[in-house]
Every structure is written in C-alpha cells, then in structure tokens.
C-alpha cells in the first residue's frame, strides 16, 4: 500500500539556518504531493503542493521538487524564522482520493 | 468565512464514560474525515464520509467507537466507554468530493480520560 516516511524530529535550528525535512514515499502510480503544517494547538493546513513530476511547490518561503527518480519531496526553506517552529506532515494523494500522512517532523526555531 | 468547527476544543472525562465530539464541516464541502492524533502512533485516519454516508471506517480501533453524519452540515464520533489509552487529540476535516486533495481541519478535540 502507499507509505510516506519523514524524517524524525525534532529538527533545532537558529534564526536564519537554512531547512531540509526529508521526505520519501512508496506509491502505485503518479500521487500527488503535499506538505502540511501545524502549528501548536491547531489543526493541519496545506503548505504547498505538487501534483506531478518535476513540479515545484512553494509557499511562504518554503519549496519542495515532486522527484519522481527518487520518490520523494524534501521541504526545504533558504532561512528559517521563530514563527516557522511547527510540525510539518508530508502527504501523498493517490486515484483513490484519500491523502496518507507520514508520522510527522517537530521543527524548533531557536532567536 | 467560517472553517471546519469542532467541539469541545477540551474534554477530561473518567474511565467508562461517554464521550462525544462534534464537528461542523464548511458549508459545500461533502466529505468528511475524522483523524486521531497521538504522539506514539501519528495521525491516523478513522473514518471518512461521502455525502453524509460512511465510505470507509477500517479505522475506527474498536466498537467502542462510533461516527454518525446526519446531514451535511453536522458529524459526531462518539466513543463508549472511554478507556485512557483514547486520550489524544480528535481532528475533523472536509473538503469537496473530487478536490485536487486539500483538506480543510478543524483546530481538534483534546480528550484525556483518566
């Protein structure tokens, strides 16, 4: 069945360090991507997607690559801010219309 | 405009008793989801609604657990008896049928039974 697998957490960074969050996924076909975000005590909400090979999502600074060769869609941002310090959820969306979450990556700003 | 809404954001109930979460989808959307958030198992899906009818609730982790959709704008999950180890946080979200795959949360239902 499809799979997501981030990397474990938590990611500690200072102000202004750039960030990579890893993601990989095991998929039938041609899913499409996404990474959500949640900040503390609410809900997830859609960051950026991507929905076929070699498209780039981007959003509020952040960019992810739809790899195909690789199978994966690492989150990344040129420099990270306290307000950034969340937990980021990579997603896949395959023909049968149900997202699958991996486990989640805890990301802590430091000023 | 208004997003999904749940209630209560907070319920601490004993061992045994009946717990209910309620959630309001956004008006138009017509699937529903309910998701269970725990530090030890992540987010996992427990059931999810069609145009108010279940579709798929391989999820749900017992009979203990039930969800009921009575109409487009109203979803309940029900758990009875608790037990602790339901203790998490309860995520409704919606979006419409055929999306490209966004879906809409509401900000959760924490639930901690002693």
């Known amino acids: 069945g499809d799979s997501v697998t981030q990397m474990e957490g938590p990611v500690t960074l200072s102000e202004e360090a750039f960030l990579t969050i890893n993601c990989t996924y095991t998929?039938?076909?041609?899913?499409?991507l996404f990474w959500y975000v949640q900040y503390p005590g609410e809900g997830l909400q859609l960051l950026l997607k991507a929905t076929k090979a070699d498209d780039k999502g981007s959003n509020k600074g952040f960019e992810a690559t739809y790899r195909k060769e690789t199978t994966s869609f690492h989150l990344e941002k040129g420099s990270v801010q306290v307000s950034d310090s969340a937990v980021y959820f990579c997603a896949l969306k395959n023909a049968g219309n149900m997202l699958t979450f991996g486990g989640g990556t805890r990301l802590m700003v430091k000023p | 405009d208004a997003g999904v809404i749940q209630s209560p954001r907070h319920e601490v109930t004993e061992m045994g008793q009946e717990v209910t979460l309620r959630c309001k989808p956004i008006?138009?959307?017509?699937?529903l989801f309910w998701y269970r958030q725990t530090m030890m198992r992540g987010l996992e899906l427990l059931i999810y609604?069609?145009?108010?009818?279940?579709?798929?609730d391989s999820g749900m982790p017992e009979d203990r657990f039930s969800a009921k959709m009575p109409n487009a704008s109203f979803s309940t999950l029900k758990i009875q008896p608790s037990e602790p180890r339901d203790s998490a946080v309860y995520f409704c979200?919606?979006?419409?049928?055929?999306?490209?795959?966004?879906?809409?949360f509401g900000e959760g239902s924490r639930l901690t039974v002693l």
């Open positions: 979200a919606s979006r419409t049928q055929g999306d490209t795959g966004e879906l809409f």
């Open positions: 998929a039938t076909g041609y899913p499409s």
């Open positions: 008006s138009g959307h017509n699937s």
């Open positions: 609604f069609n145009n108010n009818v279940p579709i798929d």
